[in-house]
């Protein structure tokens, strides 16, 4: 797939919540081979960014998987671990805030507050229960994927704040942006 693929605010399906994985089927193997080429297709045409993982809803399929880069530092190394049905069975840590961006808004990039730590169930491609614990960055990443699963994009955290936006320019550096500039952006109307 290609990042034309790839939905974006204000698609409502954005908004809804994703469906258990019962069986993995062929379908869901052709699903992940799918969110991995439309990330990489949409890295491609972003000199200064990298995608961290996608969530099957960004591609308009409302089941619950994500994908998540293997190697955050490294946009050479293109390989990202699926977890089906992944969930968060514990927070812990701290709550920080820091800087998001998300494939399916355009543009605009915020401070979300995050725990630092998590612990997380999900099933692997063969169906294996997997658990694992994520801290940092990876945590970050993890805990806004699982609420694209459950319809929530990461403006929705910081939908109060006028102060909270920023934007990309050319060469790579976040720049403030207006809550109007925001809102204009990407077609939103909250209320
Ligand atoms: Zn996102």
């Known amino acids: 797939m290609k990042k034309e693929d790839i939905i974006t605010l204000p698609n409502p ?109 999900a099933l692997d491609t063969e169906g294996n229960e997997i658990r694992f614990k994520a801290e940092g960055f990876l945590a970050r990443v993890i805990q806004h994927e699982i609420d694209h699963t459950n319809g929530i994009v990461f403006i929705d955290h910081i939908r109060d704040q006028h102060d909270a936006f920023y934007t990309l320019d050319d060469k790579g550096e976040l720049q403030p942006l207006s809550y109007d500039e925001h809102i204009a952006k990407n077609h939103l109307l909250w209320d």
């Not at 000199?47 to 308009?60: F, M, R, W």
């Not at 514990?90 to 808004?105: A, P, Q, R, T």
Request: hydrophobic residues 40%.
């Open 13 to 121: 399906h954005l908004r809804q919540k994703s469906s258990r994985v019962h069986v993995i089927t062929d379908a869901i193997h052709a699903l992940i081979k799918d969110m991995t080429s439309a990330s990489i297709d949409w890295e491609d045409s972003r000199p200064h960014e990298i995608s961290a993982a996608l969530a099957a809803v960004q591609i308009d399929n409302l089941e619950r998987v994500v994908i998540v880069r293997s190697d955050f530092d490294d946009k050479a190394v293109r390989d990202f671990t699926p977890l089906i049905n992944p969930e968060i069975v514990k927070f812990e840590g701290n709550i920080v805030s820091d800087y998001e961006g998300c494939l399916s808004v355009s543009g605009v990039y915020g401070k979300v507050p995050r725990y630092t730590k998590i612990r997380v169930k």
